[in-house]
């Protein structure tokens, strides 16, 4: 399953909210979680199940979709959300990623 | 809190064997999935394949003649060997857990260490 994320690079502000789309090649049902990923940490699971939080990410931080077509939404910015965001199937095997999304400080 | 930490060398020449060892504290590797995933540069991310608490293995049809998944339970870490490399292996690669939910174990990777970083070049 080909995962396609756009855009490929956000400037964004603090305070500002953002989207980021994950486009599916095929359905994956709900089975999509997104990542963040930033300098010198380990990758923090956000979001599994096309919605469902983790424990422990911000409520700023939602998921939507299902199909084909989800998208991470962040409400009011914050500092420490500049980073890198992936989504990643599960749906079908093998797990497959989207390219990234660049997440800079306007 | 569980840890993860990759080791092994960050140079490796073409057609030889990469090694690299996962070291995971804070949980048991004999409970739960155990995942490598690779990230090329210009940030493509590859899952790898994986090994259960069982001892298992799943690998991604891409790498299947060229990879294994082993594990030391004595020593709480599990391994990955990629033979035959070439330069196109060139990648950061990540040792993760997976999610378990209380019922099912998900290809959703839930802790991950910090990556370690393998040029293959002669």
């Known amino acids: 399953v080909q995962m396609t994320q756009s855009p490929s690079y956000l400037a964004a502000s603090p305070g500002e909210s953002v989207s980021i789309s994950c486009k599916a090649s095929?359905?994956?049902?709900?089975?999509l979680a997104w990542y963040q990923e930033k300098p010198g940490k380990a990758n923090k699971l956000l979001i599994h199940s096309g919605s469902t939080l983790q424990s422990g990410t911000p409520s700023r931080f939602s998921g939507s979709g299902s199909g084909t077509d989800f998208t991470l939404t962040i409400r009011s910015l914050e500092s420490e959300d500049f980073a890198v965001y992936y989504c990643q199937q599960y749906n079908e095997y093998p797990p497959t990623f989207g390219a990234g999304t660049k997440l800079e400080l306007k | 809190e569980v840890q993860l930490q990759e080791s092994g060398p960050g140079l490796v020449k073409p057609s030889q064997s990469l090694s690299l060892t996962c070291s995971v504290t804070g949980y048991s590797i004999t409970s739960n999935y155990w995942g490598w995933i690779r990230k090329f540069p210009g940030n493509k991310m590859e899952w790898m394949g994986y090994?259960?608490?069982?001892?298992?293995?799943s690998y991604n049809p891409s790498l299947k003649s060229r990879i294994s998944i082993t594990r030391d339970t004595s020593k709480n870490q599990f391994f990955l060997q990629l033979n035959s490399v070439t330069t196109e292996d060139t990648a950061t690669y990540y040792c993760a857990r997976y999610y378990y939910d209380g019922t099912y174990y998900y290809s959703v990777m839930d802790a991950w260490g910090q990556g370690a970083s393998v040029t293959v070049s002669s």
């Open positions: 090994i259960s608490y069982s001892g298992s293995t």
């Open positions: 095929k359905s994956i049902s709900n089975n």
